[in-house]
DNA sequence: CAAATATACATCAGATTCTTATGTATTGGA
DNA sequence: TCCAATACATAAGAATCTGATGTATATTTG
């Protein structure tokens, strides 16, 4: 299942997606155990129709910058001869993945009052 | 009339604000045909319960970026001997701040499943 | 009435994080 | 055999925020 509505030829503006790709991933990862940096990329396109296009030079520094705080633990995996590099929540992250969301949703209802925004999807 | 929800302590993370900021400027300035920048940071607190709290070294250089951008026009007035600067929206202020609110709406519903879903994909 | 706080503008060094390449290498398809 | 896709990574430059500092007037409070 992939999201849907009216609206396919919007790419959301680059700032709009700042501060909300830590997130993404950590949700991401929440629901599928583990994931790959090119997979994580292939699965926000595809589900977002195309809106929400992670470029590989925020991502992968992102994945980092998780794994170093802890929040995150890798297994590198060969495919063939290609390296794959799995990511998963650490039990920091499992914590770190609730309370970014609940944030973020919290986020969104301040933001739908103050721009008086009513939105279709229930 | 301001927003309330049963979170009280919440402030966002610095992040999650980034890339919203012009949007809550233009809202608010469409609102309020012209509004200065400390009222500006005051009106936004107040209507968050203070969770979103505007700092000075983020909004001028956004009132100046957008002034600049032919946005927004000004006005100086004084107040006794204490200058106020009002901001109002040009006609292309206006149709931007159309535009950045129809698109946050949209991305707040893409976020929103994506946020929410469950993938169990084979 | 003196001191602290609030109002009101502004700038800037440093930090963070994204964009846009560039680089390396393997794999699959036309 | 190429070209596109897969898969990682880094890095210069750009954009933007944080937190401090600066200046000045107005108001509140002890």
Same mark, same amino acid.
């Given at each position: ?14 700032? =709009?997606?700042? @501060?909300? /790709? ?5 949700? &991401?990862?929440? $629901? ?6 090119? %997979? ?13 296009? =992670?470029?590989? @030079?925020? /991502? ?5 910058? &998780?794994?170093? $705080? ?6 590198? %995996? ?45």
């Amino acid at each position: 299942m992939r999201y849907d509505n009216t609206i396919y030829d919007m790419i959301y503006s680059s700032e =709009l997606i700042k @501060g909300t /790709l830590k997130t993404i991933i950590l949700k &991401l990862l929440k $629901d599928n155990k583990r994931m790959y940096g090119y %997979e994580i990329t292939q699965r926000v396109k595809e589900l977002t129709n195309d809106r929400i296009q =992670l470029t590989e @030079g925020a /991502l992968y520094p992102s994945l980092h910058a &998780l794994e170093a $705080d802890g929040v995150l633990t890798t297994e590198t %995996e060969y495919i063939g001869k290609r390296v794959r590099k799995y990511y998963s929540l650490s039990p920091k992250g499992k914590s770190l993945t609730k309370e970014k969301i609940s944030e973020f949703a919290d986020f969104m209802n301040t933001m739908k009052f103050l721009l008086d925004i009513k939105t279709d999807i229930a």
